[in-house]
Nanobody, 115 residues
Framework: QVQLVESGGGLVQAGGSLRLSCAAS????????MGWYRQTPGKPRELVAV???????TYADSVKGRFTISRDNAKNTVSLQMNSLKPEETAVYHC?????????WGQGTQVTVSS
């Protein structure tokens, strides 16, 4: 089992920045990749960014150049630096850990971008 705890959400004005963090604990040796996803009511959860165990990163086209995903192996954390935020990016942001057998999800942290 892997446990994930997110932090860093909040309210920010359009154009501002936030940094999300996700702390992983438990069977972290099984994790191949970690990522951030976001969801708004009535819409499916969408990928924001993923980082693999060899530090390969993937971003949604809409966030390229503005968001940066990174990991700290010593602290078992993955972070998402979000710059130039837009009101339409208001959502619950979830951390995920992907292993061969299953995915693990955090409870999510609310990000609200005011116009």
């Amino acid at each position: 089992q892997v446990q994930l705890v997110e932090s860093g959400g909040g309210l920010v004005q359009a154009g501002g920045s936030l940094r999300l963090s996700c702390a992983a604990s438990g069977s972290i040796f099984s994790i191949n990749a970690m990522g951030w996803y976001r969801q708004t009511p009535g819409k499916p959860r969408e990928l924001v960014a993923v980082i693999t165990s060899d530090d390969t990163t993937t971003y949604a086209d809409s966030v390229k150049g503005r968001f940066t995903i990174s990991r700290d192996n010593a602290k078992n954390t993955v972070s998402l630096q979000m710059n130039s935020l837009k009101p339409e990016e208001t959502a619950v942001y979830h951390c995920a850990a992907h292993s061969r057998s299953r995915d693990y999800w955090g409870q999510g942290t609310q990000v609200t971008v005011s116009s």
